[in-house]
């Protein structure tokens, strides 16, 4: 089994960076990969970034540019640096993690609330 806990969440005005941490708990994390998506009130939950098992990296648009996904496969941590923050990258942020190629379980965290306003 595994388990996702998000961390690194908070107010920060427009134009600052926050990055933000994803602890996974389990075993083979290198076997996985994982993501970030976020959903603001009243919107659908999105895909912001992935990053799979050979580090390879996606991005949605609003992001790209802005935002970089990474992970420490020995550290079993994914991360997402954020920078210049705009309003409206205001949501709750998720952490996921699922293996390729199988139909097996999606994993998701609790989420961590960023909140980017003046």
């Known amino acids: 089994q595994v388990q996702l806990a998000e961390s690194g969440g908070g107010l920060v005005q427009p134009g600052m960076s926050l990055r933000l941490s994803c602890a996974f708990a389990g075993i083979d994390f290198s076997a996985y990969d994982m993501a970030w998506y976020r959903q603001a009130p009243g919107s659908q939950r999105e895909l912001v970034a992935k990053i799979y098992t050979v580090h390879t990296t996606n991005y949605a648009r609003p992001v790209k540019g802005r935002f970089t996904i990474s992970r420490d496969n020995d550290e079993k941590l994914v991360f997402l640096q954020m920078t210049s923050l705009k309003p409206e990258d205001t949501a709750v942020y998720y952490c996921?993690?699922?293996?390729?190629?199988?139909?097996?379980?999606?994993?998701w965290g609790q989420g961590t609330q960023v909140t980017v306003s003046l």
């Open positions: 996921y993690a699922k293996r390729p190629y199988m139909a097996g379980p999606e994993y």
